[in-house]
């Protein structure tokens, strides 16, 4: 009788652990996935970037630069830099269409620098050109339209040609208050 209770005992105690066991298995995979679920739902969600058509006033941006910071008139806070334009004549307006990236002396039509190989996507009023070796972010920071553009990557170092901050479009230039350049020739 003995040796009944002990081989009884033992194996209640072996089916106790088997089934402790199985429970603990499927405990760990409920948790598992529920850990997963919690995992995925707190991981913020990407803004995704799509690929945009450029607008028709990319071709004709010319360099702009802030003039009367404290004024809260948009046209006359910003407008045409007079040492770039009038002194040392070394700004570059800039031409985006969907074939090439064009930078140009504002003094010498003839003084460009082409860009032909890049991708365009956008965000909200954000647009993105990406070349092998640089990133460019024009982002439209007023109505007038006022655009800031931020250069990511390499240098963009062009003879003869300086790169503003802050552009408008050719159409809106006239509206920016003007500011003479004076006895010199620019």
């Not at 009884?8 to 499927?26: G, N, Q």
Request: charged fraction near 30%; charge should be neutral.
């Amino acid at each position: 009788m003995k040796k009944t209770i002990t081989s009884f005992s033992f194996a209640v105690v072996l089916l106790a652990s088997c089934s402790t066991s199985t429970e603990k298995k499927v405990n760990n995979v409920d948790s598992t996935a529920a850990k997963t679920d919690t995992v995925s739902k707190l991981t913020p969600e990407k803004k995704t970037i799509s690929k945009i058509e450029l607008p028709g006033d990319f071709s004709e941006l010319v360099p702009i630069d802030v003039l009367e910071i404290k004024s809260k008139n948009v046209y006359e806070k910003y407008g045409i830099e007079f040492s770039g334009n009038c002194y040392s004549c070394d700004l570059t307006s800039l031409s985006i269409t969907k074939d090439k990236i064009k930078w140009t002396n504002i003094c010498d039509k003839k003084d460009a620098f082409e860009i032909s190989n890049f991708s365009v996507s956008g965000e909200g009023n954000t647009t993105i050109l990406k070349t092998s070796d640089r990133t460019y972010i024009l982002t439209q920071i007023d109505k007038a339209p006022i655009y800031e553009l931020a250069v990511e990557g390499e240098k963009l170092e062009l003879d003869k040609k300086r790169v503003a901050k802050y552009f408008t479009t050719q159409k809106a230039l006239p509206l920016f208050k003007e500011h003479d350049c004076g006895n010199f020739e620019g």
